[in-house]
């Protein structure tokens, strides 16, 4: 390890692995271990000082990306890194068994081999951080990716709006880890955020987490329905002090997804809480984020505002579904020098 | 590096910008300049050239031609027989020149960024995102200008030639804020970038070619602070425009003093940066980051002293300190730095210089440990802490990337702390409170304002100081006032100067002696004796006896000024109260208006209809004034953001005003009254020759509500009195209605704390016109414009 917590580059190369179970072992390796978070005590003091000036993260959010410029091999580098943290998702009505199966052929090889050969970094042996579904793919999905350590994140408890008999979200939890769900995104209700009960939100979020047992909670504060960035930091910061793994902004499926104001507000609200707890708590934006670049700028805000151990999938995850397919054709433009086209990679 | 390490790493690597287009042109020109005179490229006269380097690696970039006072009296001619055309020309026709230019600007965009980024060593993102953009926009909006002039500004006139002397820590920008005012108002121009910066500034001159601008319309002159100085002393312009130093501000202020040259003024800055414990803290951070960390901290405006509520402060400080923890310092060519190269090793080492003598002073310094280049010019992002108000680094403008930071515990504190200085540029205000930044704001002293943020600008929206940070102002409609003059002073001809015949008293032995009355002085609502006790006799045109005035000397100034500045909440009371006391004077007036009429048919001679319009016009002039008092307002711009800007016109503060001898009265009166209903306190020395006019409206002022200390008047010789007034640093502005010498004097003496001043330079106004008597410029003189930028929304 250098100074800085990196592994040296000489050191050997493991798949970027991902245990179903522990976020420990989650981590790459070489990457400083997680502990992993757990409900603490409801600290509503903590909530009280939270002040966000949307024009003043508006205008962060506008340099960010314009003080920070990747290019070339760091260009090619930090898109697969965004495929690594790529939670490959399918969330629609008409998902069936063999749509699922494809998208899982391509969370293992989410890139033609001869362009990863051709870069140098076959032996990465790159995947995919997920596949996300609905609970009732998530036996078809955990058969598919048996053996390759890639997870399965199910959405949950009444996904989207979260809105159906709480008895029946715990349950729905459950079922989900009992298929070999390792991931949960669960929704939280947002009124609960809109109309200021704090502690109720704790408390629904507490629930989720002790029924989601050893699996991974990642809490969908659905963003784009909260009115302000305020009641974002705020609903984020519960969602951690309950026991969130990871916070996330959207389910997709509200009006407006994930954008870098909204993401730029939870990672402060991160750092704030690993400031105070030492808990490091990952991050997802998701929906909306379709292209390289816009996915780069991500992972520029996450080095900035939370610092290199964000750059992991343990810690950082996009969810998306149209992402990949522009870095593979991105990809292949710096190998080849010539702009690619969709038929030319497979269909995930 | 492989592309498997920067998986690993995760660094970011070289993102370096393509100079070849700024290189391959300055080869073109086989990196040597000449002088851009009259459309053309001239030698310099002394056939001297300077070198001009890249900070960033030390490499040479071209030779500058070095200006001589013939290269500056060519271009100065040149200007000169290029004025009346251009100024002939419609507002429309300047506006398509001014089109052409800002297209070729946007055109010409990114080759503009590198090459200002190579000669400034400042980072591309900002050359390319924030330098040259701002650039076009200002020449857009100045397009506007011109097109509007024909009908909007009708009642101004072009001042002829103007000589721009710009720095170098915003080479084009700054060019563009003196050049675009100064072409769409109809001014020629005689401009001098700094010897740093030149480059930019000569492919300009190539732009104008390009645009096909007339020829002598612009001159760019390059060389160093010598070739400045011709262009400050030279007598064939008529404005002078400046950024830079203080202390060359000052310098100019007094070289110029007297000649007549319209002076725009914009200087150093010590800015405060007020943060309260309701902020949003991280992005008060990232404020901080734009604030003294944009352009290397080379910024006359940056926010360079931090005053922080005192119970997040540390918390504050922690979260800045992880933040330059992040800062990248290098190429100034590579797109992902933050810091750049300091303009020259001079510069640096005066920032070194000051942060030991900081450190000394008692502060704690803290650079983060992130990789500074060993070659160029570079200095690292310090946090200086516990910097007291009497610390160096507290009050000195250190122009480069250094943050001081103190703490406050009251709103009222911060603001005393914020407004602890000499200078008054700009602030910035941090609080989620809008009733809180809305109260703070009117009281800090800066032309500035940004509430939750920091270092925005827009052509739309005037930018200037308050205080020793400078005089007038640039862009918006204030921006264009300081290139234009009312059209009536063309014709202003000399005052012809009063004679005082000896005088002759009563004969004796005639009726009983009339009960003497020595006017005594009036100040702090009260009349008071002069301090030595001593008076001077008025006599009237004839040299009759008329009566006596206290003789007023520098400790009556003294106490006069410190009346009028107890009385400075004046300009909190509402303007509609400001208004009623006014038109109080006015009935009062009114009732004694024989009085008054008798008084100034035996004092002046003034036929009995004069005398009459005198006393009549006076009281009308009251009603003028009463009348702006709520109507001269403000102005919301909307620049290119989520927001407003409120541009508040606010009193300039404590002026002092020396009324002119002809019409004693009226000219009184049209001075006082929109000084008084502007908000200001006033210091007035009344006529020299006739006071008595003056003294007898002691009784109106007591009888009409007027606030103690709002008014006060010092009778006096003018000559014993203005340079006191002038040389007070507790005046923030002087008005001189006299003789073209004092004139020159008030201006220069004005010079140390940099006072706004407006001198007739001895030419006579027409109280009795109303345009002169009364018009706007009078209560332009009176106000000062601040810009608060209020960023607003939370809805996401």
């Given amino acids: ?348 | 590096m492989s592309v498997l390490e920067d998986f690993e790493s995760m660094d970011y690597g070289p993102a370096p910008e393509n100079s070849t287009k700024a290189m391959e042109w300055l080869a073109a020109h086989d990196k040597k300049f000449n002088h851009f005179i009259d459309g053309d490229w001239v030698t310099p006269s002394g056939k001297s050239w300077f070198a001009s380097y890249n900070p960033a690696s030390g490499d040479l970039l071209a030779e500058i031609a070095q200006g001589s006072k013939k290269d500056v009296d060519e271009a100065v001619q040149a200007a000169t027989r290029a004025a009346k055309d251009w100024a002939g020309l419609s507002g429309h026709a300047r506006a398509r020149y001014l089109y052409a230019i800002a297209r070729l600007i946007q055109k010409h965009a990114r080759m503009l960024a590198v090459l200002e980024s190579l000669d400034n060593g400042k980072p591309i993102r900002e050359s390319r995102d924030i330098d040259v953009p701002l650039v076009a926009r200002h020449f857009y909006h100045h397009v506007g200008w011109a097109q509007l002039a024909d009908t909007q500004l009708k009642d101004f006139a072009p001042l002829g030639v103007v000589g721009q002397v710009i720095p170098w820590n915003f080479p084009l920008l700054m060019l563009a804020w003196k050049v675009a005012p100064a072409l769409a108002a109809g001014n020629t121009v005689v401009l001098k970038p700094a010897e740093y910066t030149s480059l930019t500034a000569l492919r300009f001159a190539e732009i104008c070619e390009e645009a096909g601008l007339p020829k002598g319309v612009v001159n760019i002159v390059t060389g160093d602070g010598e070739t400045g100085a011709e262009i400050v002393n030279h007598d064939g312009l008529q404005k002078l425009a400046f950024t830079g130093s203080t202390d060359v501000g000052r310098i100019i202020r007094r070289a110029s003093a007297g000649s007549g040259k319209k002076l725009t003024l914009e200087l150093g800055g010590k800015s405060p940066f007020l943060v309260f414990d309701d902020a949003d803290l991280d992005s008060v951070v990232e404020g901080l980051v734009d604030a003294i960390w944009f352009n290397q901290g080379q910024v006359c405006c940056a926010g360079s002293r931090l005053i922080a509520q005192e119970g997040i402060a540390e918390r504050l400080y922690e979260k800045i300190r992880a933040r330059m923890g992040k800062l990248r310092l290098g190429d100034p060519l590579d797109k992902g730095i933050d810091i750049g190269a300091i303009v020259d090793p001079v510069q640096r080492d005066q920032i070194d210089a000051l942060v030991k003598a900081g450190v000394e002073d008692g502060a704690t310094l803290f650079q983060p440990d992130i990789p500074v280049p060993s070659q160029g010019c570079y200095y690292p992002p310090t946090l200086l802490t516990e910097v007291e108000s009497s610390n160096i680094c507290a009050r000195e403008e250190i122009f480069g990337p250094v943050l001081s930071a103190t703490t406050f515990r009251t709103l009222k504190e911060g603001v005393e702390l914020a407004n602890n200085t000499r200078y008054g540029l700009a602030a910035s205000i941090w609080t989620e409170t809008l009733s809180k930044a809305m109260e703070v704001a009117p009281q800090i002293k800066a032309g500035v304002i940004w509430v939750n943020s920091t270092n925005l600008f827009d052509a739309a929206a005037g930018f200037g100081g308050y205080r020793e940070s400078g005089v007038g102002r640039e862009g918006g409609h204030e921006g264009m006032m300081e290139y234009l003059k009312p059209a009536f002073e063309k014709d202003l001809k000399d005052i012809t100067p009063l004679e005082t015949p000896p005088a002759h008293f009563v004969e004796p032995g005639g009726d009983l002696p009339t009960i003497d009355r020595t006017a005594k002085l009036y100040y702090g609502g009260k009349q008071a004796r002069a301090d030595n006790d001593s008076s001077l006799t008025v006599v009237s045109h004839n040299g009759a006896y008329a009566g006596a005035v206290a003789y007023g000397q520098y400790k009556d100034i003294r106490n006069a000024v410190e009346a009028a500045a107890k009385a400075a909440s004046w300009r909190n009371a509402t303007h509609h109260n400001k208004a009623q006391i006014l038109f109080y004077m006015a009935e009062n007036l009114s009732i004694r208006a024989h009085e008054f009429e008798d008084r100034l048919k035996s004092l002046t001679g003034a036929t009995a209809a004069k005398a009459k319009k005198e006393v009549a016009l006076s009281i009308e002039r009251l009603f003028n004034a009463a009348a702006w008092a709520d109507k001269y307002d403000g102005q919301i711009h909307t620049p290119p953001m989520r927001g407003v800007v409120a541009a508040m016109k606010e009193p300039v503060g404590t002026l002092a005003i020396l009324c002119p001898d002809d019409a004693p009265l009226l000219g009184f009166i049209s001075l006082m009254a929109p000084a008084m209903a502007m908000g200001n306190t006033s210091v007035i020395v009344p006529s020299e020759r006739y006071p008595l006019l003056a003294t007898d409206f002691y009784q109106i002022i007591e009888t009409s509500d007027v606030p103690a200390g709002v008014i006060n008047i010092v009778t006096g010789p003018h000559k014993d009195l203005a340079p006191v007034l002038a040389k007070h640093d507790n005046v923030d502005g002087i008005w001189y209605h006299g003789s073209q010498p004092l004139s020159r004097e008030v201006e220069e003496l004005s010079a140390d704390n940099i006072k706004r001043t407006w001198v007739n330079y001895g030419r006579a106004y027409d109280w009795f016109d109303p345009e002169q008597g009364s018009g706007k410029h009078l209560l332009r003189h009176a106000t000062e414009v601040k810009n608060i930028w209020l960023p607003y929304g939370d809805q996401i």
């Avoid at chain 1, 050997?12 to 997680?34: C, Y």
């Avoid at chain 1, 000082?49 to 003080?67: F, K």
């Avoid at chain 1, 580098?77 to 965004?82: I, V």
């Avoid at chain 1, 939890?173 to 390792?182: D, Y």
């Fill in chain 1, 1 to 348: 390890m250098d100074k800085n917590g990196r592994k040296l580059p000489n050191q050997p190369k493991k798949s970027l692995m991902h245990d179903v179970q522990i976020a420990n072992e989650n981590a790459r390796s070489g990457a400083e271990p997680l502990t992993h978070n757990r409900p603490r005590a409801f600290e509503p003091d903590w909530l009280t000082d939270i002040r966000v000036n949307l024009s003043a993260v508006e205008r962060r959010c506008a340099t960010m990306n314009t003080r920070r410029s990747v290019k070339k091999d760091q260009q090619v580098a930090w898109m697969l890194k965004a495929i690594s943290c790529i939670d490959l998702t399918t969330l629609a009505g008409d998902d069936t068994p063999g749509r699922v199966r494809r998208l899982c052929a391509k969370a293992k090889n989410p890139v033609r081999t001869e362009l990863l050969k051709g870069f140098g970094v076959e032996g990465l042996h790159l995947t995919t951080g997920a596949v996300c579904v609905y609970h009732t793919m998530v036996e078809t999905a955990v058969a598919a990716l048996e053996g390759t350590g890639i997870p399965v994140a199910a959405v949950s408890t009444g996904f989207p709006a979260g809105l159906s008999p709480f008895d029946v979200r715990l349950a729905e939890i459950r079922a989900s880890v009992a298929a070999g769900a390792g991931e949960i995104d669960i929704v939280i209700t947002r009124a609960h955020v809109l109309n200021g009960h704090w502690e109720a939100l704790y408390e629904e979020v507490v629930a989720f987490k002790e029924a989601c047992g050893q699996a991974h909670l990642k809490t969908i504060i659905a963003t784009g329905e909260l009115g302000s960035l305020t009641n974002v930091a705020k609903a984020a910061l519960v969602c951690m002090m309950a026991g969130a793994d990871f916070v996330k902004t959207s389910t997709g499926m509200e009006s407006k997804n994930a954008n870098l104001p909204v993401s730029l507000t939870m990672a402060r609200m991160i750092r704030e809480f690993d400031e105070r707890t030492g808990i490091k708590v990952g991050f997802k934006p998701a929906g909306g984020i379709r292209t390289a670049k816009e996915a780069v700028g991500y992972l520029v805000l996450m080095k900035e505002e939370l610092g290199r151990r964000w750059l992991e999938p343990d810690l950082f995850r996009f969810g998306a579904s149209g992402l990949l397919g522009d870095i593979e054709r991105q990809l292949e433009y710096h190998l080849t020098g010539r702009y690619s086209a969709a038929n030319r990679h497979p269909m995930g």
